[in-house]
């Protein structure tokens, strides 16, 4: 969870400052650009739940080729 947290907080701080970049340079941002902003932060939280769960995964995995769990 705080894995998923940094990589969705991480990517919000580098997408606002993009915007604010285009804002400052071309005066305006159109919604397109925000509604793709929003986009990769979500597909950045998605990513960070993701990695955060693959310890999990990976740990099942490992039981069930090994005999950990039967002794």
């Avoid at 919604?31 to 902003?37: D, Q, V, W």
């Avoid at 950045?44 to 999990?56: C, E, K, Q, Y």
């Amino acid at each position: 969870m705080i894995l998923t947290i940094l990589i969705g907080a991480m990517a919000a701080i580098f997408i606002a400052f993009n915007l604010f970049e285009k804002k400052e340079k071309y005066g305006v941002v159109s919604y397109k650009t925000i509604a793709l902003s929003v986009t990769y932060v979500i597909l950045a939280v998605i990513v960070g739940s993701f990695l955060d769960n693959f310890n999990t995964l990976f740990q099942g995995f490992h039981d069930s080729l090994t005999a950990a769990k039967r002794y």
